[in-house]
């Protein structure tokens, strides 16, 4: 009721950037209302990137505790197929994630009907066993919770590192906002999701009530024999399309990561022509796969998985809570003293819940931890990288001003339009230099395109782009994108040529583009360490033409070399 009902339903999901929600909007939304130093912004990156890393670890827990759950009902039902359970989860993970290069959009349609059967199957579960023992009811009191946590508080603190699982799933929901808006989700949630999960777990816990032996799985218990395998059947599927959000989100996370300039570019593939929104991310899609495989058979079981998912749901939702805090007293307007009022309540629960989930550290609770340290070095290490090498190319590159005042006509000149994609549009690039140094030439028409990544999901088609004319021969054009945008230069140059008067013809255009060779050297920067990784991810980025789009018969590339 308080973490997602109170604070994600009703005050975290208000915090949308243009709609879309999730870690990635929500630090975005900060950077940009935020009227702080760039020197204390860098905590606030800091707070997105854990939250952001502990959402990736989510999404190979998520999968494999939860398909394992379901199967284990499979040892309820007999013991013969107990040594298969986890060879079936493998299968069925598997599987699942074969399916992703084909797209989400067929099982789809599908997925509400099933989840509605599902929720509806768990209430009715529910109710039966409340009959039997309609005293549980007494639970929706908060009373009694707060006279145990007074009376029996060590145990009090134990317990709440294995209630955090009731509350999974609350980022996932804030980051699938801008697929469905928030009126939906708060309906869905409050007319089936709530009223079904009260109802079921009353009725766990009436059934144990009446038999405490049922410890063993109250869930699957609740359960008549006659309805033992279609429920076993139902709960994987439903689990496949938990998993199946999360992978999604995490798919959606890394893209905007990539536009934001937090990750370096990974091949991306559309899986629907209707859906802009629907991606397919090849490398994570293995990753995850071979990561959630290795859970599986480490751990064996959903509750020994249940140790590592707690930390990594409990540290992710501190990480929103602050996030929140900072945005609405920014960007509401709120009072600094009303602002605390209603967020140290979440902080304190919050916090108790990490503390009570790192207790668990050693068996399990080290995943999360792990993953998301890997990934925070990575978007940490490529951010830095990126600054420090538009520094040096900033520092050593001819101005483009200059140049194109001391150019004049002192170079053969050839026809057609040559086109180069910098990232720093104020110096000359480098291919242009190779180009004049090896070829010996320039096009009639140099456009310089810089690709800017504003901080909102989408930028309106109205604007799009900026031109500036440099003189007959030098143009400069700004494309900006929203970090959920799809970037297609080609397309973008077509409104920029009609604003410029020039009759567009793709077969006349040469994009050149630089690539950049990083080079490590002793000195300042970045530990020796960090620039080898920096430099191993930047020599395996997908090709700056496929990201953005550009038809490869067109694409000129030209080395150059980057000492940082």
Not at 524 to 544: A, C, H
């Amino acid at each position: 009721m308080l973490i997602i009902s109170i604070k994600y339903i009703a005050i975290v999901m208000r915090a949308d950037n243009n709609g879309e929600g999730g870690i990635m909007a929500l630090l975005a939304l900060n950077l940009r209302k935020a009227k702080i130093s760039d020197s204390k912004k860098i905590y606030l990156i800091a707070i997105g990137f854990v939250g952001a890393s502990l959402f990736f670890g989510d999404g190979i827990i998520t999968p494999a505790i939860s398909v394992l759950s379901a199967v284990e009902g499979l040892s309820i039902a007999t013991n013969v197929l107990d040594p298969f359970i986890v060879p079936i989860a493998i299968v069925i993970v598997t599987t699942l994630f074969l399916m992703q290069k084909h797209g989400t959009a067929f099982v789809g349609k599908f997925f509400g009907p099933i989840t509605l059967l599902w929720f509806l199957s768990l209430g009715i579960l529910g109710v039966i066993s409340v009959v039997q023992t309609p005293i549980v009811l007494g639970m929706v009191s908060p009373h009694w919770a707060i006279q145990f946590i007074f009376t029996h508080p060590v145990q009090a603190f134990f317990i709440m590192g294995a209630v955090v699982l009731t509350v999974t799933g609350g980022e996932a929901l804030y980051a699938d906002m801008g697929h469905f808006g928030p009126r939906p989700i708060r309906f869905g949630w409050f007319s089936v999701v709530l009223p079904c999960l009260v109802l079921n777990y009353a009725g766990q816990g009436a059934l144990l009530l009446r038999n405490p032996a049922a410890i063993e799985n109250p869930f699957y218990l609740l359960v008549p024999s006659w309805a033992l395998y279609p429920m076993i059947i139902l709960a994987t599927m439903a689990a496949v399309i938990a998993s199946q959000a999360v992978i999604s989100g995490v798919f959606s996370l890394a893209r905007q990561a990539i536009q934001l300039g937090y990750l370096p570019r990974l091949g991306i593939k559309h899986t629907s022509d209707s859906e802009e929104g629907q991606i397919y991310v090849p490398f994570l899609n293995w990753l995850l796969l071979i990561s959630i495989v290795i859970l599986i058979l480490i751990f064996k079981t959903s509750s020994n998985l249940a140790s590592a998912y707690g930390l990594a749901v409990t540290l992710t939702m501190l990480c929103d809570t602050i996030l929140v805090a900072v945005f609405i007293y920014y960007a509401w307007k709120w009072s600094l003293p009303k602002v605390m009022l209603l967020i140290i309540p979440f902080f304190i629960l919050e916090s108790v819940l990490v503390a009570a989930a790192s207790l668990k550290m050693f068996s399990g609770g080290w995943v999360p931890l792990l993953i998301g340290a890997v990934a925070v070095m990575i978007l940490m290490t490529w951010k830095r990288g990126r600054e420090l090498t538009f520094a040096k190319l900033e520092h050593d590159t001819l101005s483009l001003d200059l140049f194109v005042k001391s150019i004049g006509d002192n170079v053969h000149r050839v026809p057609g339009d040559a086109v180069f994609l910098t990232g720093t549009p104020n110096v000359v690039p480098h291919a242009m230099l190779h180009n004049i140094k090896h070829n010996k030439v320039l096009h009639e028409r140099n456009i310089l395109v810089t690709v800017v990544i504003e901080d909102v999901p989408f930028v309106p088609q109205e604007e799009r782009i900026s031109v500036e004319t440099l003189n007959e021969h030098f143009y400069r054009i700004k494309i900006f994108y929203g970090f959920k945008d799809e970037p297609n230069v080609p397309k973008a140059l077509i409104q920029a040529y009609e604003e410029l008067g020039f009759e567009y013809d793709l077969m006349q255009i040469s994009f050149f583009i630089s690539r950049d060779r990083i080079v490590h050297t002793v000195g300042d920067g970045m530990s020796p360490w960090r620039e080898k990784l920096f430099i191993s991810m930047q020599r395996n980025t997908s090709p700056v033409s496929d990201f953005y789009q550009i038809p490869t018969n067109r694409v000129v590339e030209l080395g150059s070399q980057i000492e940082i």
